[in-house]
């Protein structure tokens, strides 16, 4: 079962920041919070992983909070094509452990 | 290739064929990896192979299922005497073996109908 909750959906403005949050109340200290992508016919796309600290790539930032029990994906400037279903994960620190999906939280980017 | 590469990308069969789905991973990833996803529901694990080490083939739903791997290569996922219930798009992924935070790319998916 995922270890993790997300809200089923949520609408964002195009050129808004979409804040997407995670909770992993029982995350361990060797897992790491893995975010991916679904959108509509596609395989998931990776997006951005963490263990405490936040991260940021050319695609988005991850917010951890101190207490690793909640995150936030952060799209800076939402643009229609980020319309997708959006996972998050938790997953050991070490080895190739599957991922194992929720259901995610459906985001709609609104022109 | 440069990424994960599946075939057939959609594949029509009749109840009760047998079918073979290919899966080719990203050059040099050891660890690879099955999932099925039915229309508007979730991504269910298969099956996974890391190197030389026996498969987990914990998700793998019936004795119909089942899945090989030559190597650190090519994957076949192969499902006899196809049913209704198996129509879905069957998702692979692979990961190279590393220290830590072994990131997982997926294909574009095979699509099975099963008529």
């Known amino acids: 079962d995922a270890k993790t909750t997300q809200p089923p959906s949520m609408d964002c403005a195009e050129g808004r920041a979409a804040n997407l949050p995670c909770n992993h109340s029982?995350?361990?200290?060797?897992?790491?919070v893995y975010w991916y992508r679904q959108i509509h016919s596609q395989g998931p796309q990776y997006i951005i992983h963490?263990?405490?600290n936040n991260e940021t790539n050319e695609m988005a930032s991850l917010i951890i909070t101190e207490d690793r029990k909640s995150s936030t994906l952060i799209l800076p400037h939402a643009t229609l094509r980020d319309t997708a279903v959006y996972y998050c994960i938790v997953r050991p620190h070490s080895g190739n452990t599957p991922l194992v999906f929720g259901k995610g939280t459906r985001l709609s980017v609104i022109a | 290739g440069a990424g994960v590469s599946q075939s057939p990308s959609n594949k029509v069969t009749e109840k009760g064929k047998d079918v073979e789905l290919r899966c080719d991973p990203i050059?040099?990833?050891?660890?690879l990896y099955w999932y099925r996803q039915r229309l508007g529901q979730g991504l269910e694990f298969l099956i996974y192979f890391q190197g030389n080490s026996a498969p987990d083939k914990s998700g793998l739903p019936s004795d119909r299922f089942s899945a090989e791997r030559t190597g650190e290569s090519v994957s076949t996922l192969t499902i006899q005497r196809t049913q209704q219930e198996d129509s879905a798009v069957y998702l692979c992924a692979s990961s190279l073996r590393q220290g830590t935070g072994n990131t997982i790319y997926f294909g574009e998916g095979s699509w099975l109908t099963v008529v």
């Open positions: 963490g263990l405490k």
């Open positions: 029982t995350i361990s200290g060797n897992e790491y």
């Open positions: 050059s040099g990833h050891t660890a």
